[in-house]
């Protein structure tokens, strides 16, 4: 039971740590990388990180592009999603509407 | 750098090791900026030196700045340490 007056996450971080994790950020950004240090503050250092680069023209759809930017810093105030990749894969669109409506 | 215990390394340390060095600052929004990083403080507001700034959606039109600038860390998403502007793939 977290009910310790101490301030824990509730996701341990460490066991993410030199293994494949996906970031989403407010904003909308999306990076993967290998996560290998982390703070209380949810800071993150990823190594060989990969961006996904929005459509220009729609900010909400992601296109196919990547941008890698290797070793970064993920602010911790900025972070608003933490998942493995390990597990994770891409499906097709089970929301896309038929085009004759 | 891997020759650190990562459980000592803070994300803050890195960054403090970019201290004089070109460091990329992406933010929340679709701004970048990159230059020389003389300092920052625990908000992660920075100060930055010899500044280029990149929009991202209308494909990178560029606004470049000298001297010195104070970067307001509030929207501060992402540190990329070394710049490297051109790899926009």
């Known amino acids: 039971m977290l009910q310790s007056g101490r301030k824990e996450t509730v996701l341990d971080l460490a066991k993410f740590v030199d293994k494949g994790v996906q970031v989403k950020l407010t904003g909308g950004g999306q990076v993967t990388g290998t996560l290998k240090v982390y703070d209380q503050l949810l800071n993150l250092v990823l190594d060989g990180a990969v961006e996904s680069v929005r459509d220009h023209d729609d900010p909400l759809k992601t296109s196919d592009q990547t941008r890698v930017l290797g070793l970064i810093v993920c602010r911790g105030t900025a972070v608003m999603l933490v998942s493995p990749t390990d597990g994770t894969e891409e499906i097709a669109n089970p929301f896309v509407q038929p085009e004759a409506v | ?89």
Do not use: H, W
């Not at chain 2, 650190?4 to 970019?18: A, G």
């Not at chain 2, 010899?50 to 860390?73: C, F, H, M, P, W």
């Open chain 2, 1 to 89: 750098m891997a020759s650190n215990n990562p459980s000592q390394l803070l994300p803050s340390e890195l960054i403090d090791r970019c201290i004089g060095s070109k460091i990329r600052v992406i933010m929340k929004g679709d701004k970048e900026l990159v230059g020389v990083l003389k300092g920052f403080d625990v908000y992660v507001n920075m100060v930055l030196e010899d500044v280029t700034e990149y929009e991202i959606t209308a494909e990178g039109s560029r606004v470049t700045k000298l001297d010195q600038i104070l970067l307001n860390g509030n929207n501060i998403a992402i540190l990329v340490p070394g710049g490297a502007p051109e790899d926009v793939e």
